[in-house]
């Protein structure tokens, strides 16, 4: 049976996206699983970061794999290697529909971050409108979430009105997710017993839970 195809999708720029696509991949190899990360982002983000972790750890990544791609040569990676790997992970560049559509194409559930602001739900329209057209299906996630500001109550309060699936997991805005992944790890490697490595093991059950069930 071939693997799932998870795309990180979102208009807006620094929206959490790549951060998210590594600590997500991490969880899953961590797990036992068979991981594949594509970069279709030609700012190379992801790509730095995995060559850091490779510094660290060695080149040996044991069940974790890194691939590039760009425009439609994403979707032919992407099932490519979904045949060989139990999740394919694809980090997307903002502001590009051209770039986006083949990796959203090939998804089987297309993750969409969005940091609880007014401006990052308007940019957020584009993206749902793509899936919408490719008829694949998005599940939203709060990122950066400030957990007492009372923005981030009524911003999700209003990403709920979206007519999409809403994550129950969220991720917090803390300074463990960036500064583990200048040392080309993530917070599940560098505080396990965390709470931000408790979000991502909760996000990461989610996604495959929700994969699950749309494949029936």
């Known amino acids: ?124 329209d584009p993206t749902l409108e793509l899936t919408a057209k490719e008829r694949v299906d998005a599940l939203l996630m709060v990122n950066r979430a400030l957990r007492r500001a009372a923005l981030t109550g009524a911003m999700i309060a209003q990403i709920h009105t979206l007519g999409h699936r809403v994550a129950d997991s969220a991720l917090g805005s803390r300074v463990a997710f960036a500064a583990s992944m200048g040392d080309g790890r993530t917070v599940v490697e560098t505080q396990p017993s965390g709470i931000a490595a408790g979000e991502v093991q909760a996000l990461a059950d989610e996604v495959l839970k929700t994969a699950d069930e749309l494949a029936g």
């Open 1 to 124: 049976m071939a693997g799932y195809v998870f795309t990180l999708a979102q208009q807006k720029g620094g929206s959490g996206k790549t951060t998210l696509a590594a600590h997500l991949a991490v969880a899953y190899a961590l797990a036992g699983k068979t991981v594949a990360l594509l970069d279709t982002d030609p700012q190379g983000s992801l790509g730095e970061w995995f060559e850091a972790r490779e510094a660290r750890l060695g080149e040996d990544q044991a069940g974790l794999a890194f691939r590039t791609a760009s425009g439609w040569g994403a979707r032919r990676e992407a099932r490519a290697l979904r045949r060989d790997h139990d999740v394919v992970v694809i980090d997307t560049p903002p502001k590009s529909d051209l770039e986006a559509r083949p990796a959203i194409e090939a998804a089987s559930l297309v993750i969409v971050p969005i940091q609880p602001t007014p401006v990052d739900l308007w940019a957020t």
